[in-house]
T-cell receptor
């Protein structure tokens, strides 16, 4: 079965704190992609990152970083020095073969960053 | 460049009616996928179209259908609406179709059409 689990339903932090959003996935496929999206109150899903299952290098983009560990089927997302504008719902998703437009989403983690 | 455009943004229908939602993908994107988002079930894949052909389908009843036009614009239709169809319907476009793996396979979403069924 293919599944994505985001165990943290809600997280609340104070501005400038670092926060890590967990994502664990299940798949028997060897080739797949993993995504992270941000959903602000407006509803649009904002693309953050797409990672190939063969690329386990960690990635950093500004205050955002991602830790992909195939051995534990995890693709965690860390925001450093959080800001109020980071408040949103964050979704992790699995893109199984045959790739394309089908994503299997986790339930999302609602992040609240307070000033 | 312009993003994914969905219309209408909001609509209210009554049970038994039907509804048609429209999605215009990013210019050059030929793959369009549809998702339903509800508080209880989260984000669920409905179907994907590429070159006017349905390439992938989620687990939804036949009341949910879609199509894609030659200009890549897509519509989805829900017939005989039920209260449980109230949801945010999101459309995503990408360069990638099912079965093709390319480096720039990001999916870009529109702001969605919020449907309320009374």
């Amino acid at each position: 079965a293919q599944k994505v689990t985001q165990a943290q339903t809600e997280i609340s932090v104070v501005e400038k704190e670092d926060v890590t959003l967990d994502c664990v996935y299940e798949t028997r496929d060897t080739t797949y992609y993993l995504f992270w999206y941000k959903q602000p109150p407006s509803g649009e899903l904002v693309f953050l990152i797409r990672r190939n299952s063969f690329d386990e290098q960690n990635e950093i983009s500004g205050r955002y970083s991602w830790n992909f560990q195939k051995s534990t089927s995890s693709f965690n997302f860390t925001i450093t020095a959080s800001q109020v504008v980071d408040s949103a719902v964050y979704f992790c998703a699995l893109n199984p073969p045959p790739q394309g437009g089908k994503l299997i989403f986790g339930q999302g983690t609602e992040l609240s960053v307070k000033p | 460049k312009a993003g994914v455009t969905q219309t209408p943004r909001y609509l209210i229908k009554t049970r038994g009616q039907q509804v048609t939602l429209s999605c215009s993908p990013i210019s050059g994107h030929r793959s369009v996928s549809w998702y339903q988002q509800t508080p209880g079930q989260g984000l669920q894949f409905l179907f994907e179209y590429f070159s006017e052909t349905q390439r992938n389908k989620g687990n939804f009843p036949g009341r949910f259908s879609g199509r894609q036009f030659s200009n890549s614009r897509s519509e989805m239709n829900v017939s005989t609406l039920e209260l449980g169809d109230s949801a945010l319907y999101l459309c995503a476009s990408s360069l990638v179709a099912s079965g093709r793996v390319v480096e720039d396979g990001e999916l870009f979403f529109g702001e969605g059409s919020r449907l309320t069924v009374l």
